[in-house]
């Protein structure tokens, strides 16, 4: 595809249910990031991965939040025993990361809604 | 102080004026800044990216940079009505990858 997916776009769970969220990157992008958007608040940094390895996990909430990247390609946002406070749009970026190329694109996100 | 700073609005203005968005930044040393435009319920969208102080343009949009003062500011001219979103002031800080943001200013254009 020519640019970032997620999926699910849309998810509803209870408290305490686990929930695994996907990111696929533009092919090729070497550096992925995960931010979360609650309802009229700015983005908030998660995670970010090179290649497959997380440089920079500082902004992941608690231990509840846990992220894995395979073949330098798709990554999941795992949150387990969901909290209300845990609901918000979570938005995965890519870029190429070479000198010349440093532009984000951003995924569509997912909607994560915690009752 | 926040590291990434914006007036977060709303900002109104009339369709056909001038729209000016600001951002300022802690980090003396920064390099790289870029604005992102969100519209409601979709994920940002890059618009600009500025590297060195000055001016840089492309088409109704200019960004402005003046690293001395730290600040970052966006120039919409003939505003239109699609220009209505909140803008967001991105910037990597303190030698880090990860981008950070501003809060976003919201912007209204009114026909």
């Known amino acids: 595809g020519a640019g970032v997916s997620q999926s699910p776009s849309n998810k509803v769970t209870e408290k305490g249910k686990d929930v695994e969220l996907r990111c696929d990157p533009i092919?090729?992008?070497?550096?992925l990031y995960w931010y979360r958007q609650s309802l009229g608040q700015g983005l908030e940094f998660l995670i970010y991965f090179q290649g497959n390895s997380a440089p920079d996990k500082s902004g992941l909430p608690s231990d509840r939040f846990s992220a894995e990247r395979t073949g330098g390609s798709v990554s999941t946002l795992t949150i387990q025993r969901t909290q209300q406070e845990d609901s918000a749009v979570y938005l995965c970026?890519?870029?190429?990361?070479?000198?010349?190329?440093?532009?984000?694109?951003f995924g569509p996100g997912t909607r994560l809604t915690v009752l | 102080q926040k590291e990434v700073e914006q007036n977060s609005g709303p900002l109104s203005v009339p369709e056909g004026a001038i729209a000016s968005l600001n951002c300022t930044y802690s980090d003396r040393v920064s390099q790289s800044f870029f604005w992102y435009r969100q519209y409601s319920g979709k994920s940002p969208e890059l618009i600009m990216s500025?590297?060195?102080?000055g001016d840089k343009e492309d088409g109704r949009f200019t960004a402005q940079l003046n690293k001395a003062s730290q600040y970052v500011s966006l120039l919409i001219r003939d505003s239109q009505p699609s220009d209505s979103a909140t803008y967001l002031c991105a910037v990597p800080l303190f030698g880090n990858e990860k981008l950070t943001f501003g809060t976003g200013t919201r912007l209204t254009i009114i026909p």
């Open positions: 500025i590297y060195s102080n």
């Open positions: 092919s090729g992008h070497t550096a």
């Open positions: 970026a890519s870029y190429l990361d070479r000198v010349d190329s440093d532009t984000q694109y």
